[in-house]
């Protein structure tokens, strides 16, 4: 598929042509929570964009009628009882079955006519997922907070994995089944966004950025993320999965820091027997040597872990070899492009 296979009926913007039969099937993904007041304009910006699209809407738990609104618009919606973004996006993976899947939140700050972009990346440069880099010339689309958090955290994921993790909390993102067909997820809320860059990486998938345009939630709607409480749940995830998938790096470094708390609980009763040839403070000697024990527990365990890791990483690739392998449909799918 080609962008020239998709749909345009903005009228400041070149209308291109209907697509061959060989086109790239698509499903619009938009995971909501209480999105009653935009969620009707954003399933009709995607509808007038991209004719031939499924547009499923995941309601998670919503108690504000956007399921009924989404409907009467025009969308297929699936609810999800479990509460949390996580949970509403792994419910999307599992229901999408198209070639490629955009996820956008359903708040109405990310244009529709922005997904152009996103295909045109693939289609150019190839890779299993596009990120959409958030610009915007309006100071009130970004918390401050948010936005140094987000800085942050990119760079220190970055220089944990080497790699470029890209706006980190970008809420629209391009996945090809590939990707979103055999990428596990196990966050719940959130901090999705941080694991699926996170899993991204380490499981060698393939990454392409494009800045959008973004802009500030429309009057009458409100953001659901509390500061505090999700970005204490980013960090978890962020920790876990280091533990996870970087199990050498994360039990050296406890060994290194266990190793070195006996070696300063442990001088003094050194220097007891290098000028008494006596102990007097047996309490730290013990507590040396317990730590001593932990650090090299600790780095045994890094090690075996870390072969486990190198497996199981090792299975994952055999398993997208055998997906990638599996003979497409012989009938060309209803929602292509």
Request: glycine residues 6%; contains cysteine.
């Amino acid at each position: 598929m080609h962008s020239s296979g998709l749909i345009s009926e903005n009228p400041s913007r070149p209308v291109v042509q209907e697509p061959t039969p060989s086109a790239k099937s698509l499903t619009i993904g938009i995971p909501c929570y209480n999105e009653a007041s935009t969620v009707g304009k954003v399933v009709d910006d995607f509808k007038r964009q991209f004719r031939g699209a499924r547009i499923l809407v995941i309601d998670n738990a919503s108690t504000d009628g956007t399921s009924e609104i989404a409907r009467q618009h025009g969308a297929d919606v699936i609810q999800e009882p479990r509460k949390g973004k996580g949970n509403a996006v792994q419910r999307l993976f599992r229901e999408a079955n198209s070639d490629y899947l955009i996820m956008v939140d359903g708040d109405d700050t990310y244009p529709a006519e922005e997904a152009l972009k996103l295909i045109a990346t693939i289609e150019r440069e190839g890779g299993d997922t596009v990120v959409g880099r958030r610009a915007s010339e309006d100071q009130e689309a970004f918390k401050t907070l948010h936005t140094w958090a987000n800085d942050f955290l990119s760079r220190f994921i970055g220089g944990v994995f080497h790699a470029n993790v890209g706006d980190l909390f970008s809420g629209y993102r391009l996945f090809t089944k590939t990707f979103y067909k055999c990428v596990p997820l196990l966050a719940t809320g959130f901090e999705v966004e941080s694991e699926i860059a996170l899993q991204t990486i380490d499981k060698g998938f393939s990454q392409r950025e494009v800045t959008i345009s973004f802009r500030s939630r429309p009057e009458g709607s409100f953001s659901k993320l509390n500061t505090v409480q999700d970005g204490f749940r980013v960090l978890w995830v962020i920790f876990s999965v280091i533990k996870d998938f970087k199990p050498l790096l994360f039990f050296s470094t406890l060994a290194a820091l266990l190793f070195a708390f006996s070696l300063a609980a442990g001088s003094f009763p050194m220097w007891d027997y290098i000028e008494y040839r006596y102990v007097f403070h047996v309490p730290l000697s013990v507590l040396a040597t317990g730590l001593t024990l932990l650090a090299a527990l600790s780095l045994t365990c890094g090690l075996i872990l870390d072969t486990m890791v190198r497996y199981n990483r090792e299975q994952f690739l055999i398993q997208i070899r055998n997906f990638q392998s599996t003979p497409p449909a012989t009938t060309p799918p209803a929602n292509s492009l």
